[in-house]
């Protein structure tokens, strides 16, 4: 079945870079657009990108354009998100999602000082 | 962006009682494509119900979710122990994908 495990969270201070990884298994990779969904703390989840089955479409949400990049490849089904310029308000657990009923199981990102 | 507003923000209620939770939504959601999730603490969201009315694989049928447009219920008959959790709904019909804030039923 669908499996999708992100990686790459941790803790890092305000104005530094994180990359997530998602590595998806279960299904045709390349055939699917993917977003990224994050979850702040006590609060519901909100979305932050997509990026088409082949990687030439990607969309981001306003707090996030232009200091995050989504990017895939699609030769070893990965998903990524270059997250750079972070702020503290960027503090989440981090999922991809393939669709509705196909969520990974999350990382968690901190932005603390 | 369409906004989906939840109410209420909290229900208090007995096991064995009925659950009705509101999903508003500021604008049509195409082909009814809204969803519903359980989220337990410390757990990712779990889908209970896609496309307004389908219960997703595994789901109790004491869930039900229905609406269109922009209006949609997720129903809880008789509850259970472990039904008690936080409620989101999910537009994926138009982009960008959106969710509501949270409906949270606990234990009265």
């Known amino acids: 079945q669908v499996q999708l495990v992100e990686s790459g969270g941790g803790v890092v201070q305000p104005g530094r870079s994180l990359r997530l990884s998602c590595a998806a298994s279960g299904f045709t990779f390349s055939e699917f657009a993917i977003h990224w969904v994050r979850q702040a703390p006590g609060k519901g989840p909100e979305w932050v990108a997509v990026i088409s089955f082949d990687g030439s479409k990607t969309y981001y949400a306003d707090p996030v354009k232009g200091r995050f990049t989504i990017s895939r490849d699609n030769s070893r089904s990965t998903l990524y998100l270059q997250m750079d310029s972070l702020r503290t308000e960027d503090t989440a657990v981090y999922y991809c999602?393939?669709?509705?009923?196909?969520w990974g199981k999350g990382t968690t990102v901190t932005v603390s000082s | 962006d369409i906004v989906l507003t939840q109410s209420p923000g909290t229900l208090s209620l007995s096991p064995g009682e009925r659950a009705t939770l509101s999903c508003r939504a500021s604008?049509?959601?195409?082909?009814?494509?809204l969803a519903w999730y359980q989220q337990k603490p410390g757990q990712g969201p779990r889908l209970l119900i896609y496309?307004?009315?389908n219960r997703a694989t595994g789901i109790p049928d004491r869930f039900s979710g229905s609406g269109s447009g922009t209006d949609f219920t997720l129903t809880i008959d008789r509850l259970e122990p472990e039904d008690f959790a936080v409620f989101y709904c999910h537009q994926y019909g138009n982009s960008p994908w959106t969710f509501g804030q949270g409906t949270k039923v606990e234990i009265k």
């Open positions: 999602v393939t669709s509705v009923d196909a």
């Open positions: 604008q049509s959601v195409s082909r009814s494509y």
């Open positions: 496309a307004a009315s």
